[in-house]
């Protein structure tokens, strides 16, 4: 699933082809994408038709285009991903929508799966998502009040960073490398962290991500690729996430894998020492 990094290289393509642009038409080539707009995909085209695209913005994991007072909030699931190029282009497989933008160019949303979904919040240009929590690179998030409350969480460490209510924009794979960087164990309880090291994880996270960033993303298939269709290619730098039995890049043991809430950790068992007790 897209992380902070490839929403926010999403987001980066859409400002550059969308912003300033009016929507001609929008086609609903399949309803699902638009299924929280409750009155039907005739109506949420009808809805965005002449709309104009002020500004295009993110908060953690979640997009939107700002129509004025309006949002339009997009969410990537699994697979969603949106191209730009002519009209007359051939339509790639599993295109679910089309935006005709006035300077003759055609946004397309590409979901394979059909998590993802796209909905119109009347007034929520400002903040669409409230219940998200601020991410590593807004200017108004505090990390010293985010390590705090992390600290007093009864919970393990991957949990809570995973949450998007305590910091948004952290998936599995950045949190797998922000614990490597900052030396610890997923299942680490967050109230044995010191304020020190819960600041050291927090500033990993958001560390890697910026990494991740300036070189579009982590790409590992063909379901995550910029608006022109290009991967990212933080895979490569990746210390932890996917590297089952290579060495680790500080003291060469080889990386294990564990089972975490229906999903992996990938982790150093001499550098991220298991918590007492954890088996």
Same mark, same amino acid.
């Given at each position: 699933?897209?992380?902070?990094?490839?929403?926010?290289?999403?987001r980066? !393509?859409l400002?550059t082809?969308?912003?300033?642009?009016?929507?001609?038409?929008v086609?609903?080539?399949h309803?699902?994408p638009?299924?929280?707009?409750q009155?039907?995909?005739d109506?949420?085209?009808?809805?965005?038709?002449?709309?104009?695209v002020?500004?295009?913005?993110?908060? !953690?994991?979640?997009?939107?285009?700002?129509?004025?007072?309006?949002?339009?909030i997009?969410?990537l699931?699994?697979?969603?991903?949106?191209?730009i190029?002519?009209a007359?282009d051939?339509?790639?497989?599993?295109t679910r929508?089309?935006f005709?933008l006035?300077?003759?160019?055609?946004?397309?949303?590409?979901?394979?799966?059909?998590?993802? !979904?796209l909905?119109?919040?009347?007034?929520?240009?400002?903040?669409?998502?409230?219940?998200?929590?601020?991410d590593?690179?807004?200017?108004?998030?505090?990390?010293?009040?985010?390590a705090?409350?992390l600290?007093?969480?009864?919970?393990?460490?991957?949990?809570s960073?995973?949450d998007?209510?305590l910091?948004?924009?952290i !998936?599995?794979?950045?949190a797998?490398?922000?614990?490597?960087?900052?030396?610890?164990h997923?299942?680490?309880?967050?109230?044995?962290l010191?304020?020190?090291?819960a600041?050291t994880?927090l500033?990993?996270?958001?560390?890697v991500?910026g990494?991740?960033?300036?070189?579009g993303?982590?790409?590992?298939?063909?379901?995550y690729?910029?608006?022109?269709?290009?991967s990212?290619?933080?895979?490569?730098?990746l210390?932890?996430y996917?590297r089952e039995?290579?060495?680790?890049?500080r003291?060469?043991?080889?990386?294990?894998?564990?089972?975490?809430?229906n999903?992996?950790?990938?982790?150093?068992?001499?550098?991220?020492?298991?918590?007492?007790?954890h088996?």
């Amino acid at each position: 699933m897209p992380e902070l990094p490839e929403v926010e290289v999403v987001r980066r !393509g859409l400002e550059t082809h969308a912003a300033g642009r009016v929507i001609d038409a929008v086609t609903v080539l399949h309803p699902r994408p638009v299924r929280s707009h409750q009155v039907g995909p005739d109506a949420f085209a009808a809805e965005l038709t002449g709309r104009r695209v002020d500004a295009v913005r993110r908060k !953690g994991k979640y997009l939107w285009l700002v129509l004025g007072d309006d949002a339009l909030i997009v969410h990537l699931g699994m697979s969603g991903q949106f191209r730009i190029g002519d009209a007359a282009d051939d339509l790639l497989r599993n295109t679910r929508l089309l935006f005709d933008l006035d300077d003759g160019r055609q946004l397309r949303f590409v979901d394979q799966r059909m998590f993802g !979904g796209l909905e119109i919040v009347t007034g929520g240009a400002v903040d669409p998502v409230p219940h998200i929590a601020l991410d590593p690179f807004d200017e108004r998030y505090d990390e010293s009040d985010v390590a705090r409350r992390l600290r007093a969480r009864r919970s393990t460490v991957k949990r809570s960073i995973l949450d998007q209510s305590l910091v948004s924009g952290i !998936g599995n794979i950045y949190a797998d490398e922000a614990l490597w960087r900052a030396r610890v164990h997923f299942e680490q309880p967050t109230a044995d962290l010191g304020p020190r090291k819960a600041l050291t994880l927090l500033r990993a996270a958001r560390d890697v991500m910026g990494e991740a960033l300036a070189q579009g993303g982590t790409s590992f298939d063909s379901l995550y690729v910029d608006v022109n269709g290009e991967s990212g290619y933080f895979a490569r730098g990746l210390d932890a996430y996917g590297r089952e039995g290579q060495p680790c890049g500080r003291c060469g043991a080889p990386i294990v894998r564990r089972s975490f809430m229906n999903r992996s950790s990938y982790l150093c068992p001499r550098c991220q020492r298991a918590p007492k007790g954890h088996r």
